[in-house]
T-cell receptor
Framework: AQKITQTQPGMFVQEKEAVTLDCTYD???????LFWYKQPSSGEMIFLIY??????QNATEGRYSLNFQKARKSANLVISASQLGDSAMYFC???????????FGTGTSLTVIP | EPEVTQTPSHQVTQMGQEVILRCVPISNHLYFYWYRQILGQKVEFLVS????????KSEIFDDQFSVERPDGSNFTLKIRSTKLEDSAMYFCASNQDPNTNYGYTFGSGTRLTVV
């Protein structure tokens, strides 16, 4: 069975500081992809970053980076230099090769404080 | 950048009524999906669709739900007789090739409220 766990229901960070959102996953499939999505209060799902299970380098996209530790089955999102517009829900998700669907975590609500 | 378009953005319906949620996937995508997010909860897979057939469905996707690609551009989710617990955000997604993780795109969602 596939499972994504996000243990931080809410996080606060000071503007311009870095923040790490935790995500652990469980799958027996060797081929999988890990994703982070941002969901602002308006509700849409905004793709942030992707990491493949065979990728050796940690993914980076602008201020977002993914700290991928395969042995620990963790895929934490690091947001550097937080901005007020980063306040939103953040979902970690996984897609495995054998099943054509996403598995989502329960999300972390991030609030950036001025 | 290509988008998955969902209409309406918000729909209110009476309990027991039928509702159709509409999606226009990215034009060269062949694989289509619906997901549901009950308020405050995680996003859950409902169904995947390819070549005019359901490929996979979750246990949530019972006989009350159906999907259809009525023409070359639209992909719809129908709920036959809505219940209060169907109130949720419904996301459509599309993908060009399920063997790759790139290109999987979600729409902006339809917020369904059943009263």
């Amino acid at each position: 069975a596939q499972k994504i766990t996000q243990t931080q229901p809410g996080m606060f960070v000071q503007e311009k500081e870095a923040v790490t959102l935790d995500c652990t996953y469980d799958t027996s499939d060797q081929s999988y992809g890990l994703f982070w999505y941002k969901q602002p209060s308006s509700g849409e799902m905004i793709f942030l970053i992707y990491q493949g299970s065979y990728d050796e380098q940690n993914a980076t996209e602008g201020r977002y980076s993914l700290n991928f530790q395969k042995a620990r089955k963790s895929a934490n999102l690091v947001i550097s230099a937080s901005q007020l517009g980063d306040s939103a829900m953040y979902f970690c998700a996984m897609r495995v090769r054998i099943r054509d669907q996403f598995y989502f975590g329960t999300g972390t609500s991030l609030t950036v404080i001025p | 950048e290509p988008e998955v378009t969902q209409t309406p953005s918000h729909q209110v319906t009476q309990m027991g009524q039928e509702v159709i949620l509409r999606c226009v996937p990215i034009s060269n995508h062949l694989y289509f999906y619906w997901y549901r997010q009950i308020l405050g909860q995680k996003v859950e897979f409902l169904v995947s669709f390819y070549n005019n057939e359901i490929s996979e469905k979750s246990e949530i996707f019972d006989d009350q739900f159906s999907v259809e690609r009525p023409d070359g551009s639209n992909f719809t989710l129908k709920i036959r007789s809505t219940k209060l617990e169907d109130s949720a955000m419904y996301f459509c997604a599309s993908n060009q090739d399920p063997n790759t993780n790139y290109g999987y795109t979600f729409g902006s969602g339809t917020r369904l409220t059943v009263v």
